[in-house]
T-cell receptor, first 112, second 113 residues
Framework: DAKTTQPPSMDCAEGRAANLPCNHS???????VYWYRQIHSQGPQYIIH???NNETNEMASLIITEDRKSSTLILPHATLRDTAVYYC?????????????FGQGTILTVHP | DAGVIQSPRHEVTEMGQEVTLRCKPI?????LFWYRQTMMRGLELLIY????????DSGMPEDRFSAKMPNASFSTLKIQPSEPRDSAVYFC???????????FGPGTRLTVT
Protein backbone atom coordinates (compact mmCIF):
# COMPACT_ATOMS: atom_id res chain seq x y z
CA ASP A 1 0.00 0.00 0.00
CA ALA A 2 1.13 3.54 -0.73
CA LYS A 3 2.39 5.60 2.17
CA THR A 4 0.94 8.92 3.20
CA THR A 5 2.40 12.08 4.71
CA GLN A 6 0.38 14.32 7.00
CA PRO A 7 1.30 17.30 9.20
CA PRO A 8 1.57 16.18 12.83
CA SER A 9 -0.81 18.84 14.14
CA MET A 10 -3.17 21.62 13.10
CA ASP A 11 -5.38 24.15 14.82
CA CYS A 12 -8.75 25.48 13.76
CA ALA A 13 -11.20 27.98 15.21
CA GLU A 14 -14.66 26.73 16.00
CA GLY A 15 -17.10 27.42 13.18
CA ARG A 16 -14.38 27.77 10.57
CA ALA A 17 -13.46 25.24 7.92
CA ALA A 18 -10.71 22.79 8.77
CA ASN A 19 -8.59 21.76 5.79
CA LEU A 20 -6.41 18.73 6.45
CA PRO A 21 -3.83 17.92 3.76
CA CYS A 22 -2.37 14.54 2.82
CA ASN A 23 0.37 13.61 0.38
CA HIS A 24 0.30 10.19 -1.28
CA SER A 25 2.63 10.54 -4.24
CA UNK A 26 3.10 6.77 -4.73
CA UNK A 27 -0.60 5.93 -4.95
CA UNK A 28 -1.52 3.21 -7.45
CA UNK A 29 -4.38 3.33 -9.92
CA UNK A 30 -6.58 0.93 -7.95
CA UNK A 31 -6.00 2.52 -4.56
CA UNK A 32 -8.56 4.65 -2.79
CA VAL A 33 -7.95 7.47 -0.33
CA TYR A 34 -9.64 6.85 3.01
CA TRP A 35 -10.03 9.18 5.96
CA TYR A 36 -10.69 8.01 9.50
CA ARG A 37 -10.58 9.89 12.76
CA GLN A 38 -10.06 8.85 16.35
CA ILE A 39 -11.50 10.87 19.16
CA HIS A 40 -9.68 10.39 22.44
CA SER A 41 -10.16 6.91 23.95
CA GLN A 42 -12.59 5.81 21.22
CA GLY A 43 -12.23 3.47 18.26
CA PRO A 44 -11.41 4.99 14.87
CA GLN A 45 -14.39 6.30 12.93
CA TYR A 46 -14.77 6.24 9.16
CA ILE A 47 -15.24 9.66 7.58
CA ILE A 48 -15.07 9.44 3.80
CA HIS A 49 -13.21 7.84 0.91
CA UNK A 50 -12.65 8.47 -2.79
CA UNK A 51 -10.84 7.22 -5.86
CA UNK A 52 -10.35 10.24 -8.11
CA ASN A 53 -13.48 12.36 -7.98
CA ASN A 54 -14.24 14.77 -5.20
CA GLU A 55 -16.62 13.35 -2.62
CA THR A 56 -18.96 14.87 -0.06
CA ASN A 57 -21.06 13.38 2.70
CA GLU A 58 -22.72 14.63 5.84
CA MET A 59 -19.44 14.74 7.71
CA ALA A 60 -16.90 16.14 5.28
CA SER A 61 -15.68 16.77 1.76
CA LEU A 62 -12.71 15.10 0.11
CA ILE A 63 -10.79 16.92 -2.60
CA ILE A 64 -8.36 14.79 -4.62
CA THR A 65 -5.93 16.44 -7.03
CA GLU A 66 -6.09 15.50 -10.68
CA ASP A 67 -2.81 13.57 -10.50
CA ARG A 68 -4.09 11.87 -7.30
CA LYS A 69 -0.83 12.54 -5.51
CA SER A 70 -2.46 14.55 -2.75
CA SER A 71 -5.82 15.20 -1.15
CA THR A 72 -7.51 17.48 1.35
CA LEU A 73 -10.17 16.61 3.87
CA ILE A 74 -12.48 19.53 4.58
CA LEU A 75 -14.64 19.84 7.68
CA PRO A 76 -16.81 22.80 6.62
CA HIS A 77 -17.81 24.09 10.04
CA ALA A 78 -15.54 22.63 12.70
CA THR A 79 -16.88 22.15 16.22
CA LEU A 80 -15.09 21.37 19.47
CA ARG A 81 -16.22 17.75 19.06
CA ASP A 82 -14.15 17.50 15.88
CA THR A 83 -10.96 17.61 17.94
CA ALA A 84 -9.35 14.28 17.13
CA VAL A 85 -6.51 12.50 15.33
CA TYR A 86 -7.26 12.33 11.59
CA TYR A 87 -5.76 9.51 9.55
CA CYS A 88 -5.30 9.58 5.78
CA UNK A 89 -4.90 6.03 4.42
CA UNK A 90 -4.36 4.77 0.90
CA UNK A 91 -5.54 1.26 0.15
CA UNK A 92 -7.26 -0.91 -2.42
CA UNK A 93 -10.98 -0.59 -1.81
CA UNK A 94 -14.36 -1.36 -3.22
CA UNK A 95 -15.29 -5.00 -3.24
CA UNK A 96 -11.73 -6.21 -2.85
CA UNK A 97 -10.04 -6.26 0.49
CA UNK A 98 -7.77 -3.39 1.30
CA UNK A 99 -5.52 -3.47 4.31
CA UNK A 100 -5.69 -0.27 6.35
CA UNK A 101 -2.27 0.85 7.53
CA PHE A 102 -2.59 3.66 10.04
CA GLY A 103 0.22 6.21 10.26
CA GLN A 104 0.65 8.85 12.92
CA GLY A 105 -2.12 11.07 11.55
CA THR A 106 -2.81 14.76 12.16
CA ILE A 107 -3.90 15.95 15.58
CA LEU A 108 -6.60 18.53 14.90
CA THR A 109 -7.41 20.85 17.77
CA VAL A 110 -10.54 22.97 17.42
CA HIS A 111 -10.52 25.91 19.81
CA PRO A 112 -13.31 28.30 20.82
CA ASP B 1 -27.58 -2.26 15.15
CA ALA B 2 -25.54 -1.89 18.34
CA GLY B 3 -22.30 -1.69 16.42
CA VAL B 4 -19.21 -3.76 17.13
CA ILE B 5 -19.25 -5.00 20.71
CA GLN B 6 -16.11 -5.75 22.68
CA SER B 7 -15.65 -7.17 26.14
CA PRO B 8 -14.29 -6.58 28.62
CA ARG B 9 -13.74 -2.83 28.26
CA HIS B 10 -10.91 -2.90 30.78
CA GLU B 11 -8.72 -5.78 31.88
CA VAL B 12 -5.98 -5.75 34.47
CA THR B 13 -4.00 -8.92 34.92
CA GLU B 14 -0.68 -10.13 36.25
CA MET B 15 2.18 -11.22 34.08
CA GLY B 16 1.91 -14.87 33.14
CA GLN B 17 -1.86 -15.03 33.24
CA GLU B 18 -4.04 -15.90 30.26
CA VAL B 19 -6.12 -13.08 28.79
CA THR B 20 -9.10 -13.50 26.47
CA LEU B 21 -10.61 -10.57 24.61
CA ARG B 22 -13.98 -10.92 22.91
CA CYS B 23 -15.64 -9.32 19.92
CA LYS B 24 -19.07 -9.43 18.34
CA PRO B 25 -19.07 -7.94 14.84
CA ILE B 26 -21.96 -6.12 13.22
CA UNK B 27 -24.53 -8.61 11.99
CA UNK B 28 -24.04 -9.48 8.35
CA UNK B 29 -20.44 -8.28 8.16
CA UNK B 30 -18.12 -10.98 6.86
CA UNK B 31 -14.75 -9.40 7.56
CA LEU B 32 -13.39 -9.09 11.10
CA PHE B 33 -10.17 -7.36 12.13
CA TRP B 34 -8.14 -7.23 15.35
CA TYR B 35 -5.90 -4.18 15.94
CA ARG B 36 -3.60 -3.16 18.76
CA GLN B 37 -2.79 0.46 19.67
CA THR B 38 0.14 1.67 21.75
CA MET B 39 1.80 5.05 22.08
CA MET B 40 5.05 3.70 20.65
CA ARG B 41 3.72 1.77 17.65
CA GLY B 42 0.38 3.41 16.93
CA LEU B 43 -2.49 1.36 15.53
CA GLU B 44 -1.40 -2.00 14.11
CA LEU B 45 -3.39 -4.71 12.36
CA LEU B 46 -2.86 -8.06 14.08
CA ILE B 47 -5.07 -10.44 12.11
CA TYR B 48 -8.18 -10.47 9.96
CA UNK B 49 -10.85 -13.03 9.10
CA UNK B 50 -13.10 -13.43 6.09
CA UNK B 51 -16.16 -15.64 6.51
CA UNK B 52 -14.72 -16.90 9.82
CA UNK B 53 -11.45 -18.02 8.19
CA UNK B 54 -8.16 -16.36 9.20
CA UNK B 55 -6.70 -14.75 6.09
CA UNK B 56 -3.69 -12.78 7.26
CA ASP B 57 -2.08 -13.16 10.67
CA SER B 58 1.25 -11.60 9.76
CA GLY B 59 0.71 -8.88 12.33
CA MET B 60 0.40 -11.25 15.26
CA PRO B 61 3.47 -10.49 17.36
CA GLU B 62 4.36 -14.01 18.49
CA ASP B 63 3.08 -17.44 19.40
CA ARG B 64 1.67 -16.18 22.67
CA PHE B 65 -1.11 -14.55 20.65
CA SER B 66 -3.91 -16.55 19.04
CA ALA B 67 -7.25 -15.58 17.51
CA LYS B 68 -10.31 -17.61 16.65
CA MET B 69 -13.64 -17.01 15.01
CA PRO B 70 -15.88 -20.02 15.70
CA ASN B 71 -18.90 -18.43 14.05
CA ALA B 72 -19.97 -15.29 12.22
CA SER B 73 -20.98 -13.47 15.37
CA PHE B 74 -18.06 -14.07 17.71
CA SER B 75 -14.28 -13.83 17.80
CA THR B 76 -11.66 -14.08 20.50
CA LEU B 77 -8.09 -12.87 20.85
CA LYS B 78 -6.11 -14.80 23.44
CA ILE B 79 -2.75 -14.00 24.99
CA GLN B 80 -1.05 -16.78 26.92
CA PRO B 81 1.08 -16.08 28.87
CA SER B 82 0.63 -12.31 29.07
CA GLU B 83 3.56 -9.93 29.51
CA PRO B 84 3.75 -6.24 30.54
CA ARG B 85 4.64 -5.25 26.97
CA ASP B 86 1.23 -6.54 25.85
CA SER B 87 -0.39 -3.61 27.63
CA ALA B 88 -2.33 -1.72 24.98
CA VAL B 89 -5.80 -0.95 23.68
CA TYR B 90 -7.10 -3.75 21.48
CA PHE B 91 -9.72 -2.88 18.87
CA CYS B 92 -11.98 -5.13 16.87
CA UNK B 93 -13.52 -3.94 13.59
CA UNK B 94 -15.83 -5.41 10.97
CA UNK B 95 -16.88 -4.63 7.41
CA UNK B 96 -19.13 -5.83 4.63
CA UNK B 97 -17.62 -7.44 1.59
CA UNK B 98 -19.32 -4.97 -0.68
CA UNK B 99 -18.68 -1.98 1.53
CA UNK B 100 -15.47 -0.12 2.02
CA UNK B 101 -15.50 1.24 5.52
CA UNK B 102 -14.51 -0.58 8.65
CA UNK B 103 -16.55 -0.13 11.81
CA PHE B 104 -14.54 -0.19 15.00
CA GLY B 105 -15.56 -1.27 18.45
CA PRO B 106 -14.86 0.76 21.59
CA GLY B 107 -11.72 -1.23 22.39
CA THR B 108 -10.42 -3.21 25.36
CA ARG B 109 -7.78 -1.52 27.48
CA LEU B 110 -5.41 -4.22 28.71
CA THR B 111 -2.93 -3.63 31.51
CA VAL B 112 -0.48 -6.38 32.40
CA THR B 113 1.40 -5.79 35.65
Amino acid sequence: DAKTTQPPSMDCAEGRAANLPCNHSTISGNEYVYWYRQIHSQGPQYIIHGLKNNETNEMASLIITEDRKSSTLILPHATLRDTAVYYCIVSAGGTSYGKLTFGQGTILTVHP
Amino acid sequence: DAGVIQSPRHEVTEMGQEVTLRCKPISGHDYLFWYRQTMMRGLELLIYFNNNVPIDDSGMPEDRFSAKMPNASFSTLKIQPSEPRDSAVYFCASRLTAGSEQYFGPGTRLTVT
